[in-house]
């Protein structure tokens, strides 16, 4: 399978636990984004790549919100001092320049 | 700004057709159109351009007015499997490429 990857799948953690995600797009891709996903809404955007460097943030990512993408392949999303209103699902998009963005299964996050 | 999706939910039989429109209040250069179903990734089915185009995937398709800032996707003879929820992703015109998402149309085609 040559589609966009997450992981894990699921999470649960405390309060105050710091999680990290990952996601492997599709191999050629040079983009990469992260949504985050409430129940009965869309993605909403949180931050994208191209190859290495981050170029957007939205407000939505707090400073307790860390993205990374080394070496332009695959990307972490790492969150500091869970709350619960992080509890959501986030999911992982990726894309050849400005075209079609394909996404990931998403990592479904419990906060307790 | 977000999109606007209406509406919000719509049941229909299979075999039975359904309009799903997007409207939003900033000059567009795309619109995307994406079906989720319940746990499972956003599923890509078209994108439209800047230029009023159409298209069309089977027995879907989709219209994009871009001097009313709308799209309008279209469901033919509806099959059980079309069953999931529709988001419309927007791409301000000159700005940011990232997609803004609406709230979804929830579709539900019973046998």
């Known amino acids: 399978d040559t589609g966009v990857s997450q992981d894990p799948r699921h999470k649960i953690t405390k309060r105050g636990q710091n999680v990290t995600f990952r996601c492997d797009p599709i191999s050629e891709h040079n983009r990469l984004y992260w949504y985050r996903q409430t129940l009965g809404q869309g993605p909403e955007f949180l931050t994208y790549f191209q190859n290495e460097a981050q170029l957007e943030k939205s407000r939505l990512l707090s400073d307790r919100f860390s993205a990374e993408r080394p070496k332009g392949s695959f990307s972490t999303l790492e969150i500091q001092r869970t709350e619960q209103g992080d509890s959501a699902m986030y999911l992982c998009a990726s894309s050849l320049f400005a075209n079609t963005q394909y996404f990931g299964p998403g990592t479904r996050l419990t906060v307790l | 700004q977000q999109p606007v999706q209406s509406p919000q939910a719509v049941i229909l039989r299979e075999g039975e057709d359904a309009v799903i429109n997007c409207s939003s209040s900033?000059?567009?250069?795309?619109v995307h159109w994406y079906r989720q179903k319940h746990g499972e990734a956003p599923v890509f089915l078209m994108i439209?351009?800047?230029?009023?185009e159409q298209k069309g995937h089977d027995k879907i398709s989709a219209s994009f007015n871009e001097k009313k800032q709308q799209s309008s996707l279209y469901l033919t003879a509806s099959q059980l499997s079309y069953s999931g929820t529709y988001f419309c992703?927007?791409?301000?015109?000159?700005?940011?490429?990232?997609?803004?998402f609406g709230k979804g149309t929830k579709l539900t085609v019973n046998p």
């Open positions: 992703g927007t791409e301000p015109q000159g700005g940011s490429e990232k997609l803004v």
């Open positions: 439209l351009l800047k230029g009023g």
């Open positions: 900033k000059a567009l250069y795309s």
